[in-house]
């Protein structure tokens, strides 16, 4: 889906942070592109950290996912946010602190 096309509607408050599924991908290859475009998460590495905790989508209108989230713990006391995203046309509306939020408890 086209960045315009997830953008006929306003966000709403229906916002939620959700693992990262495999059926994702192409949703998540376009916004990952849009946000990273010279360093953009490969299909190969996409389907292997679906496999593992710490990689979450943020959806809105319970279908369109314009952020995501890439954490990792080690051991009880130190985590590493290897990837923090908001849709371009979506920032600067709270969405990334929510992720930010969210990713300080959950490390
Ligand atoms: C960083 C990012 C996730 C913030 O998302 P967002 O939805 O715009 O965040 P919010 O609306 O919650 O804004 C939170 C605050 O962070 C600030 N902010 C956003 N990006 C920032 C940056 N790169 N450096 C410093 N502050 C930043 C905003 O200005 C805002 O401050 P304010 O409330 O005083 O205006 C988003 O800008 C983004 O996806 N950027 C491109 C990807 C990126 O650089 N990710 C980080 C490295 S992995």
């Known amino acids: 889906m086209k960045l315009v096309e997830r953008m006929t509607t306003l966000p709403s408050n229906s916002s939620v942070i ?9 949703e998540f290859r376009n916004l990952d592109e849009e946000i ?8 190969e590495s996409f389907e292997k950290r679906v496999e593992h905790e710490g990689f979450f ?3 809105i209108d319970s279908k369109r996912i314009v952020g995501c989230l890439i954490l990792s713990r080690f051991g009880d ?5 290897g990837r923090i995203g908001v849709a371009p ?5 709270g969405l990334g602190t929510k992720l930010m939020d969210f990713a300080f408890r959950w490390l």
């Open 36 to 43: 990273f475009p010279d360093d953009a998460v490969s299909r």
């Open 77 to 81: 006391d130190a985590g590493h946010l």
């Open 57 to 59: 989508a943020l959806e």
């Open 18 to 26: 959700r693992p990262m599924k495999k059926d994702d991908w192409e």
């Open 89 to 93: 046309l979506m920032q600067k509306r």
